[in-house]
């Protein structure tokens, strides 16, 4: 198995280009040194992913990204360790940092999180290594 990417768009609102998204994501693991991996992506709308913030989260609002990790949190964790998980985005909260939010939750499925200041600090600085790097390609 190589990488594996699926992607889906729910939503209508904003057009997504899925090929940029899959290479995006394809070159974020690859820096990260995943050479076997499986993720998911979808493009929510605004009902959507509230509804999976509010399931999942206990937030009652739309957010621009969600990650789910399969390692971390699903039933069969550490079973298949290339299979990372989902990424949900909201294209209309997120807005022009699409891209920037699939970074980060790629980051999150790879066990990054920003649940306080000091780890929020770390994933930050990753991803603007992760940035910088792509924009030398």
Known sequence: MKIKIRIKDSQRKIPINKKKAAELANQVLKIKGKREAELSILFAGRQRIRT???????????????????????KDAGLHPEILGDVVICPQIARGEIYLC???????????????????SLMEKEQARILRRLARR
């Open 52 to 74: 999976l913030n509010k399931k999942f989260r206990r937030i009652d609002r739309p957010t621009d990204v969600l990650a789910f990790s399969q390692k971390a949190e699903g």
């Open 102 to 120: 699939l970074v980060h939750g790629i980051l999150h499925l790879l066990g990054y999180d920003d649940s306080n200041v000091k780890q929020r």
